[in-house]
Nanobody, 126 residues
Framework: QVQLVESGGGLVHAGGPRRLSCSAS?????????MGWFRQAPGKQRDFVAA???????YYSDSVKGRFTISRDNAKNTVYLQMNSLKPEDTDVYYC???????????????????WGQGTQVTVSS
């Protein structure tokens, strides 16, 4: 069972940066897992933000492309989401997700992930 813990959320002014971290632990600490970030507002669906495969190939939603960067440090069992030029519409709870690397992974689909963190709130003030 992989456990994910997000950190780094908080209040930030529009235009500012923020970095989220997601630490993974479990019987297979990190290893061959694909990782993703999603976000969700109350009462709304969980939306794809970014993902990084085991081979470090990256994927981004159109709304964050060019502003957000996903990366991973396998030695630290951690994945990061560097968020720049934040906008008020980026305000959401951000969730980290993981799935064992396998053929056929669809990074933008929440149902393709087996493990989820508890979420961290990011609030962007205008």
């Amino acid at each position: 069972q992989v456990q994910l813990v997000e950190s780094g959320g908080g209040l930030v002014h529009a235009g500012g940066p923020r970095r989220l971290s997601c630490s993974a632990s479990g019987p297979t600490p990190f290893g061959p897992h694909n990782m993703g970030w999603f976000r969700q507002a109350p009462g709304k669906q969980r939306d794809f933000v970014a993902a990084i495969g085991w081979s470090s190939n990256t994927y981004y939603s159109d709304s964050v492309k060019g502003r957000f960067t996903i990366s991973r440090d396998n030695a630290k069992n951690t994945v990061y989401l560097q968020m720049n030029s934040l906008k008020p519409e980026d305000t959401d709870v951000y969730y980290c997700a993981a799935v064992k690397a396998a053929v056929g992974w669809t990074p933008r689909v929440p149902g393709d992930y087996d493990y989820w963190g508890q979420g961290t709130q990011v609030t962007v003030s205008s």
